[in-house]
């Protein structure tokens, strides 16, 4: 730990005892903490007790004693926190307290911090003043395990685990995995996936980093990605199956790619070629990445895919191990109507729930299109109204199922009499002597002979 940071855990730490003991206070605004930290004047004391034994904290400062002009004068302040203790408790004070202190303070500053949603830079933007990364933005998804629109007992599953989880460091250590938890989301979309992230970091209080491998160049540059995220951390790659070539289609994209490029002269091609740099992420680097040995780097981090299309995965990917948990984000069921019914509406129990559950019960439709029928659209709409409007789009959405069930089944009977025809068709010939069938070839033939003469003599004349 950075003296800095060691100072900033102390400050912390001691923030609260400072506000309720301390004559004199002075408020600090800290970078990504949501609230002023209070802490005490330089001067003051305060006390603090730990295991039986009471200490004493003095804060203090040494100002330079030459003047000199400087853009940031503070940071010439040499600021500091002196710990005072009975001899007798020098041991204990220094194997336990002292770790103890920062270790609390750390926490502290977890808890009041603003969390982020973060996303990865190109390569290009890593290095120089103020560059970093990552960049990032406040987090502030609403989402929550009690406004997802899913199966009751699922959700109340996956709570559980996050939880579990979330509190299984010497559980890990113990049986010798690194402290990381994969989630596999897939299903239609507008089926809430993006939701669930949301609300699986605001349950666990976690930060967000949105990786998009199409901006990352290798398997290194991936590596230093995801050291680079901290503990506390949900890595969300969404779209993997778009996101990574995983059907071995690549040399024949770059193979079209130089075709196309053939015609360019040599600076033009070499400013496509700037613009369109292909990453050369591999399966096995993403692999290595959130599997291998540096996924360890790190603890208490939970890996998120998601995707539309779960056959297109390799099944290397997604095995248990790497993804723990699959969970189907599925068509809207009456479970979770009732969710949206009350989020959007207010209403716990209507007389057209019944309805609406037998509709649920026979056609398909994502909790995304659920919703929308639901939102008042004028000031004029009520509940009632709103729920009449999602029974018309019901059985709307159960017509056109139909419909093009028919369709399907008539394409489908067109080609079977197609393949029973050729099928009867291959029968008769194998029935047929060979004899005959040499006669009607020849016979074919020669008829064919005779009208290619025909015309031939017509021409003739």
Not at 138 to 161: R, Y
Not at 281 to 295: E, M, P
């Amino acid at each position: 730990m950075k003296r800095s940071e060691a100072y900033s855990a102390i400050k912390t730490y001691l923030s609260n005892k400072s506000s309720a003991s301390a004559k004199r206070l002075k408020a600090d605004v800290v970078k990504d903490i949501q609230s002023v930290v209070l802490s005490m004047d330089y001067n003051e004391e305060v006390t603090d007790e730990f295991q039986g034994i009471k200490v004493w904290w003095y804060a203090g400062r040494n100002t330079p004693n030459t003047l000199r002009i400087s853009w940031y004068p503070a940071d010439d302040e040499k600021k500091y926190y002196k710990l005072i203790v009975h001899k007798r408790h020098r041991e204990l004070i220094t194997e336990s307290y002292v770790s103890h202190v920062l270790k609390e303070g750390k926490a502290i500053a977890t808890k009041n911090r603003q969390r982020k949603l973060y996303s990865n830079n190109p390569s290009n933007n890593w290095y120089g003043y103020k560059r970093s990364k990552w960049s990032n933005v406040v987090f502030e998804h609403p989402a929550t395990f009690d406004t997802l629109a899913m199966d009751a007992n699922m959700k109340e599953e996956i709570k559980n685990d996050l939880m579990k989880f979330s509190k299984g460091k010497d559980y890990y250590a113990r049986i010798g995995k690194a402290w990381k938890r994969g989630f596999l989301l897939y299903g239609p979309p507008g089926t809430g996936k993006s939701s669930m992230i949301a609300a699986i970091a605001n349950l666990l209080d976690y930060d967000v980093y949105d990786l998009e491998l199409t901006t990352v160049k290798d398997n290194t540059e991936l590596r230093r990605l995801l050291i680079d995220t901290p503990n506390k951390s949900i890595v969300v790659i969404e779209d993997i199956d778009c996101s990574l070539d995983l059907t071995g289609q690549r040399e024949q994209k770059k193979k079209e790619k130089d075709s196309d490029e053939e015609g360019l002269d040599p600076v033009a091609k070499k400013e496509k070629e700037e613009e369109k740099k292909e990453s050369k992420v591999t399966l096995s680097g993403l692999l290595n990445s959130i599997d291998g040995l540096w996924s360890a780097c790190g603890g208490e981090r939970i890996f998120v895919f998601t995707t539309n299309y779960v056959e297109k995965l390799d099944p290397a990917l997604i095995r248990r191990g790497r993804m723990d948990k699959h969970i189907e984000m599925s068509y809207c069921c009456f479970d979770a109507f009732k969710v949206l019914a009350k989020n959007y509406l207010e209403i716990n129990s209507n007389p057209l729930f019944g309805e609406i559950e037998r509709l649920l019960g026979e056609t398909k439709m994502t909790p995304a299109d659920v919703a929308e029928n639901l939102i008042p659209k004028s000031d004029y709409d009520n509940g009632e109204t709103c729920l009449e409007r999602l029974i018309e789009a019901l059985k709307a959405a159960k017509e056109e199922a139909i419909k093009k069930s028919k369709e399907e089944a008539g394409v489908k009977a067109e080609e079977e009499e197609k393949q029973k025809q050729q099928s009867e068709k291959e029968e008769k010939e194998k029935e047929l002597p060979a004899k005959d069938v040499k006669e009607v070839k020849e016979n074919g033939s020669a008829a064919e002979e005779v009208k290619e003469n025909g015309v031939a003599a017509k021409e003739e004349k």
